[in-house]
């Protein structure tokens, strides 16, 4: 009898403690839902905003304020615009560049051109363009009758995305997009050119280099050496419409400004650094054109990029732009024939669809976030975060997404100075009066939630009240 009692109360415990932990589950949520609600009272006024919390296992909505709201995503969009690039190439997924020659070589004399054709890859940098250089000079090119010629007809001519005015355009941030374009560091600033000022002798004019240097890239310099203790107003900007560099203001002796700009003609910007590597190797200068290379040419060299997933880890980390719109144009070429926005955008819609998202709540004019006429719900975005996890790349997705208050290889990135104490890993994103940050935090339980925050029409910083939310849910579930 006492055994058949124990028995008993052991099934009712048992079956108590879904009961228990669902009723504290709840309690957890009502007081979240408080907590959040007072922080949105407290500083948003006459903010717009979406926001929504979701349970990471089942799913389920947890809070949701204005979860149908479309917002403007800045750079939350790349969630989207990664996930698919993953699932549609593939995490292996290599960009390839190619070198060509035609003609006869003669006596070190190439009766002919040599070409360089792109394939989109947006990780391409002036060492792989000397890695060709040396390929060439092994074949015994000395000199070249013809000219050296750029193919960037994988992706259509269409180089600025939307939402780009004419004043930010030589911003690092606004990259004009072509098949063939190179970074001028490993932090993929892609097509930009680095300038930097430097200067010794008081009231002399200062030193600018370009790095790497390009002889297309033209330099107006007024700046002017000035006494150590006194303000630098060095301003570096690129002509509107030209690759003009103009740089002006004062220099402080001694010091040094530099800063990323970027180039009107990234795909002469890549010939020109290439004509440099093969000058610095012996072959002989020559023109420079665009072209197709044509059938009968022949290939001799090919650069791959790192596996996708690799390059991937880059994109989110830093919110690199261009990186976003080549995503975007190499899903058009690769799935739809057309290495153009609008093909790939259609194929990332497409994938939207196929994954279960409501596409009818997603507006998208580009691969980076950077037009204001994108649009987005926190519903839905929430819901892509929770559709992907079984995915086989998630780990690599979930592993490329910056984290709070961490700092080092890059794990904080955009993160690096945010929540820290907090175990937070998600996408920020910014553009003019619109802030935004979805991801994944942990709660206080050891449970993992989802949850994206989207807000526009700021007049200040949203950040701390977005920061604050999170760590609400983190405190509270």
């Not at 947006?122 to 890695?131: D, K, N």
């Not at 092994?138 to 050296?148: A, D, H, Q, R, V």
């Not at 996708?308 to 990186?323: A, C, E, H, R, V």
């Not at 100075?417 to 003019?432: C, D, L, P, Q």
């Amino acid at each position: 009898m006492k055994k058949k009692i124990i028995f008993f109360m052991i099934i009712l415990m048992v079956c108590c403690l879904p009961i228990t932990f669902f009723v504290k589950e709840r309690a957890r949520k009502q007081t979240m839902t408080t907590k959040v609600n007072s922080v949105i009272a407290g500083n948003w006024k006459n903010n717009e905003y979406s926001i929504t919390v979701r349970d990471i296992e089942t799913g389920e909505v947890l809070y949701n304020r204005n979860g149908d709201e479309m917002i403007r995503p800045a750079s939350s969009l790349k969630l989207l615009v990664s996930a698919a690039a993953l699932d549609l190439l593939g995490p292996d997924y290599r960009f390839a560049t190619k070198t060509y020659v035609d003609g006869t070589i003669e006596d070190g004399v190439l009766h002919g051109n040599i070409y360089i054709q792109g394939g989109g890859d947006p990780t391409l940098l002036p060492v792989h363009l000397e890695s060709f250089s040396n390929e060439l000079k092994k074949m015994g090119i000395s000199k070249i009758t013809g000219s050296l010629i750029g193919d960037d007809t994988w992706f259509d001519a269409d180089r600025l995305p939307k939402g780009i005015v004419p004043e930010e355009e030589d911003q690092s941030y606004a990259s004009r997009i072509s098949a063939l374009t190179i970074s001028p560091n490993d932090q993929y600033d892609i097509a930009t050119v680095q300038v930097k000022v430097t200067g010794s002798k008081v009231g002399t004019t200062g030193n600018v280099q370009l790095v790497p240097f390009a002889s297309t890239i033209s330099v107006v310099n007024k700046t002017k050496v000035v006494n150590k203790d006194e303000k630098s107003t060095v301003k570096i900007t690129r002509e509107y419409g030209t690759d003009q560099i103009i740089v002006t203001g004062n220099l402080p002796a001694d010091s040094q400004e530099s800063t990323n700009v970027a180039v009107y003609h990234p795909t002469l910007y890549t010939l020109d650094v290439f004509r440099e590597k093969l000058i610095a190797k012996g072959i002989q200068t020559m023109p420079l054109e665009t072209g197709k290379v044509p059938e009968n040419a022949q290939q001799v060299g090919i650069s791959y990029s790192k596996p996708l997933q690799d390059i991937n880890f880059m994109y989110l980390k830093l919110s690199i732009n261009g990186m976003g719109d080549m995503f975007t144009k190499q899903l058009g070429r690769k799935l739809l024939g057309e290495g153009s926005w609008s093909a790939g955008i259609k194929a990332i819609r497409s994938y939207g669809n196929d994954i279960g998202l409501n596409m009818e709540h997603w507006y998208i004019e580009d691969g980076s976030g950077l037009s204001h006429q994108n649009r987005v719900s926190s519903m839905q975005v929430s819901l892509l975060l929770y559709n992907v996890r079984n995915k086989s790349w998630y780990s690599s997705y979930l592993d490329a997404l910056p984290q709070a208050g961490r700092k080092g290889n890059l794990v904080g990135a955009t993160l690096e100075n945010r929540m820290k104490g907090y175990s937070v890993s998600a996408k920020t994103g910014y553009i003019s009066g619109t802030y935004a940050l979805c991801g994944y935090v942990k709660g206080k339980s050891g449970k993992w939630y989802i949850f994206s925050i989207l807000t526009q029409a700021n007049k200040t910083s949203a950040i701390p009240t977005i920061d604050e939310i999170v760590k609400q849910i983190a405190n509270e579930m």
